[in-house]
């Protein structure tokens, strides 16, 4: 199963750009890269989906390198309301026919004024 | 609003009562699915549903018991719990279960056994 590696945790401050950076050296050529978002007490929520180069969208965009082994999930200029649990996810079509999510432990982002 | 509804958001029950999670989705998704997510672990994949039928199951124990009699709405019901079953049961649904779509959760169901 392909698996994840991202940071534990990262702190920023108000009005800064975020990067984070997840590697995933076993992803299948057929994989995508997606990442959600997750705060306390609640369901994750779709951030950004990509399988190569850029892809933006109103709140985030998603470089992926040409190998694909890893990814970066960069958001402008944070604000306290982006303190969360950001995950990076790539899918496992496994024996079933099923498109999994492996979720890891994510990264613990935190916002300070 | 996240077209996934789950309820009850909390639940707090004993080992031997029987009890049931409800999941609700208007998206017009055709698979639904299940996960644990306990303190301090990864979301655990439980079941997968496809147009209303089981696709997967990930080594749950039968005192987890799911029902999808319809494609907008999924039941986890529940008998026997353990102390160990404590934790937030997230629903979620996507397109298809084979497209690769990112797929939408719930708030999830706080559960609490004593």
């Known amino acids: 199963l392909a698996k994840t590696t991202q940071p534990i945790s990262m702190d920023s401050y108000e009005g800064q750009e975020v990067n984070i950076t997840c590697s995933h050296n076993?992803?299948?050529?057929?994989?995508?890269i997606t990442w959600y978002q997750q705060f306390p007490s609640q369901g994750p929520r779709f951030i950004i989906q990509?399988?190569?180069t850029k892809v933006t969208n109103e709140v985030a965009s998603l470089f992926i390198p040409a190998d694909r082994k890893s990814s970066t999930l960069s958001l402008p200029r944070v604000s306290l309301s982006d303190t969360a649990v950001y995950y990076c996810?790539?899918?496992?079509?496994?024996?079933?026919?099923?498109?999994?999510?492996?979720f890891g432990t994510g990264t613990r982002l935190k916002v300070l004024a | 609003e996240t077209g996934v509804t789950q309820t009850p958001r909390h639940l707090v029950m004993g080992m031997t009562n029987k009890k049931s999670l409800k999941c609700e989705q208007h998206?017009?998704?055709?698979?639904m699915y299940w996960y644990k997510q306990s303190a301090k672990k990864p979301l655990e994949l439980m079941f997968v549903?496809?147009?209303?039928?089981?696709?997967e199951n990930n080594s749950v124990p039968s005192r987890f018991s799911p029902e999808c009699p319809n494609s907008s709405h999924l039941f986890l019901h529940l008998h026997t719990l353990q102390p160990e079953d404590s934790a937030l049961y997230l629903c979620?649904?996507?397109?298809?279960?084979?497209?690769?779509?990112?797929?939408?959760f719930g708030d999830g169901t706080r559960l609490s056994i004593l």
């Open positions: 979620a649904s996507s397109q298809d279960r084979d497209s690769g779509q990112p797929q939408h």
């Open positions: 076993n992803i299948a050529t057929n994989d995508y």
């Open positions: 990509g399988y190569k």
């Open positions: 996810l790539v899918g496992d079509w496994g024996t079933s026919g099923t498109y999994k999510y492996i």
């Open positions: 998206l017009g998704h055709n698979a």
């Open positions: 549903y496809s147009l209303e039928e089981r696709v």
